[in-house]
């Protein structure tokens, strides 16, 4: 496999898992912040952006051997791991099943997986019904809209759509992606690296009560939650997170 990934910074390794559909171009918000504290790797997941694009599907726990594939091609044996959605579900394999190549674990807006999953907020669910019946643009413009909070800002919405106009992922990848969450059922062993889960209380694509959820089944883990935020809230409230995310690791 070729996976395409960037490196930015000194200092303790934090390694990025992106979610589905999003290349790493979509980290853009707080690489910056967190390159000035740690040596920050992020790449693109099978099947997006320059990494390759085998047939699928894919499921979480193989994805999970891309982002060790990461660590390995860059010399680290052991890094502090962040997975926002898809990427979540991907760090969580990690983290359970390769303990030793994890320092500490941030899980973002994801799920536990299985039959434990807060199923989709119905505002998604009836998006993704409607949206073959729209014009690409504007299903596109809709999507974006719902990843981000009621109030986010006009700016926000056109910034996030042109990067996803200019981006567009590869229609089988997508596919390959989706069935890579659509499968995940949790992990086999338990994880035990410290992990924050963090959440946006605005989240309408993975009900914020999945965060709840998931640290019921992680000992210790904490629970931060980002007040009028939704799923993209690294790019609504990039400082925050970035001061979330170093308090933790620190």
């Known amino acids: ?25 979509s980290w853009a918000p707080i690489v910056p912040a967190l390159a000035e504290r740690y040596r920050v790797l992020w790449f693109d997941n099978r099947g997006i952006g320059d990494s390759d694009k085998p047939d699928g599907p894919y499921t979480a726990k193989l994805m999970a051997g891309d982002a060790l594939q990461v660590l390995d091609e860059a010399g680290i044996e052991r890094a502090h791991v962040l997975g926002a959605s898809l990427g979540g579900m991907i760090a969580q394999e990690v983290a359970a099943g390769t303990p030793e190549r994890v320092d500490k674990l ?17 505002v998604t669910v009836r998006l993704f019904a409607e949206a073959p019946t729209l014009a690409p643009e504007v ?6 809209e ?20 200019a981006n567009p992922p590869d229609p089988a990848g997508w596919q390959a992606q989706a069935a890579a969450g659509l499968t995940f059922a949790g992990v086999d062993d338990a994880i035990t690296a410290p992990t924050l889960i963090v959440t946006g209380t605005e989240d309408n694509v993975v009900d914020p009560h999945n965060s709840d959820v998931l640290a019921e089944r992680i000992a210790g883990a904490e629970v931060q939650r980002i007040d009028n935020a939704g799923h993209l809230f690294f790019w609504e409230q ?6 979330i995310i170093s308090e933790f690791l620190q």
Do not use: K
Request: charged residues 25%.
């Open 146 to 165: 719902n990843a981000l909070a009621a109030d986010a800002s006009g700016e926000l919405i056109q910034e996030l759509y042109d990067r996803r106009v």
């Open 238 to 243: 990039p400082d925050a997170v970035v001061r």
């Open 139 to 144: 299903a596109l413009r809709r999507f974006v």
């Open 106 to 122: 941030v899980l973002c807006c994801t799920t536990p997986g299985g039959a434990a999953t807060v199923p989709m907020p119905d």
């Open 1 to 25: 496999m070729r996976i395409a990934w960037e490196e930015r910074g000194r200092g303790a390794p934090l390694l990025l898992i992106q979610g589905l559909g999003y290349g790493r171009w």
